[in-house]
């Protein structure tokens, strides 16, 4: 039997992973026939020889191979004797720690004689009734809203979620996880700071933007700092209206959720027209500070009254 893990999401697929090797070890007497090679630079033959040696107790081996998609004079080996492997009781787990490419050759054997599952990144519901789960498994009790702001701070990477999880988990102690503790003890990926002036100076409140931004300024942040946040997130704006104007899905947008929702509520107070004409402002405040033409906060301050 082969079976081919892969997918952005490593979390999951190592906790498959390692689900099928616990299985293997709850069903066999020893650990003997359980080999765990590194694919990047493994030799074929290495491989075949580990294949071919006949296991103590007559038991079926298990095979884990790691990333041997990287490995292309491995992949030609296994392709040419590829029969004599495909029919054996040993079980051979190819896992890969990212997506496989799916113009590989390997890939498309694997795809037509393994077992093959694909572990994508959680969509935003998936994503909250997995840290429900999260919470759950460590008897701690969570409010919906901490979940969200968990899942705005830190997105999808499961990884570092998980440990967020058991360090909130932790501090409570059995109570409640709230709003509070997330923003307390996790520290976001993302500025949040920055959208409360970006929301302004989409809705157009033009004095408050000012105030925002002269706070950012007073707090030492730099002009050149957000002037580029600035036109980060108008160019997200502008990625967002661009899908949604072709009628197509938000999820082709590579970006942090917590920024694709940002945008999207965002998109909706401008046409793509406007969007544009911001963009061009944004790029001559940036050539105007850069040449000296405007002193930097005179440049922001000019954008935001012309926006």
Known sequence: MIILLHGQDSYRSREKLNEIINRYKASHKNELNLRRLEGRDLDFQDFKN????????????????????????????????????TNSEHVVVFYEDKEAAGNDALFKFLKKHAKVQEFQMLSPQKLRNWLKKEFSKRQADVALTAIDKLAEFVGDNLWQLSNEVKKLSAFKKGGRVEV??????????????????????????????????????????????????????????????DLLEKGKPLSRCKLHPFVVRKSFQQAQRFSFQELKKIYRKIFEADYNIKTGKLEPQTALDLLIAEI
């Open 180 to 241: 509070k503790d997330v923003e307390l003890l996790v520290k976001p990926k993302i500025n949040t700071d920055i959208f409360k002036t970006i929301d302004a100076i989409a809705l157009r409140r033009k004095s408050q933007a000012l105030d925002l931004l002269h706070r950012h300024l007073e707090k030492g942040d730099n002009p050149l700092y957000l002037l580029t946040m600035i036109n980060y997130q108008f160019r997200n704006i502008l990625e967002v209206k």
């Open 50 to 85: 580990e294949f071919q040696i006949v296991p103590m107790f007559k038991e079926k081996k298990l095979l884990i191979l790691n990333n041997v998609f990287s490995n292309k004079s491995f992949q030609e080996e296994f392709l040419k004797n590829s029969d004599k492997l």
